[in-house]
């Protein structure tokens, strides 16, 4: 809930409950008091519709939620507000009679205090109801904001196993280098082992051979 809105909501529950004392006053004027105190409550509707407007605006500029509330409660002030100026209007009509103006007195006002009650009754129901939806849109939010920590949290361990496995692939390509070194190592000395075989090979055939010619001269003297 705006407090900027609930700052004009009160200044306009107080002009209206206050209008509405002036308009019953009024009625039982006559002459320049009457007019006069016609002219301030014409004043005083002025007021009461520049807080409406700024009501209007702030709500407007409010989240979409919180929005639709604060409107459905402002057309209970605009509703109230038009009513007082019918009753101004009536007032000021000055085709009302003596008795007219007795019966006004009499029935009329009370009818109009009863209205206003009634009004303010379901005005103060309405504040109520957007006192509950504020408190469950504060849950709500509060409900987000763990649910958004909770996010958050997932998804620092996901970071953090992230780099883990980077680490592990990084320690992997590392293992994998050194064993393509060994492998090359083991293939020269592979090939070292086969060619000194094949020397070896070669000089004890060439020993053999030179033997054997020896024993054949030696033989053949």
Known sequence: MSE????????YCELSANLSKKCTAAGALAGEQKKQKLSDVRAGVEDAEALIRKMDLEARS???????VLLAKLREYKSDLN???SEVKRIASGNLNATARDELL???????LTASADQKSRLMMTTERLNQSGDRIKDSRRTMLETEELGVSILQD???????????N???HGVDDNIGKSKKILTAISRRMSRNKWIIGTIIAV???AIALVL???LAK
Do not use: C
Not at 62 to 68: I, T
Not at 106 to 112: F, I, L, Q, R, Y
């Open 83 to 85: 009513n007082l100026k």
């Open 216 to 218: 054949y001269f030696k």
């Open 62 to 68: 409010l989240q979409p939620n919180v929005k639709a």
């Open 158 to 168: 996901l970071h953090s196993q992230r780099q883990a496995l980077l680490h592990a």
């Open 170 to 172: 990084n320690t992997l």
């Open 207 to 209: 020993l053999i051979i």
């Open 4 to 11: 900027v809105f609930e700052g004009y909501e009160r200044q």
């Open 106 to 112: 009499e029935s009329g006002m009370a009818d109009t």
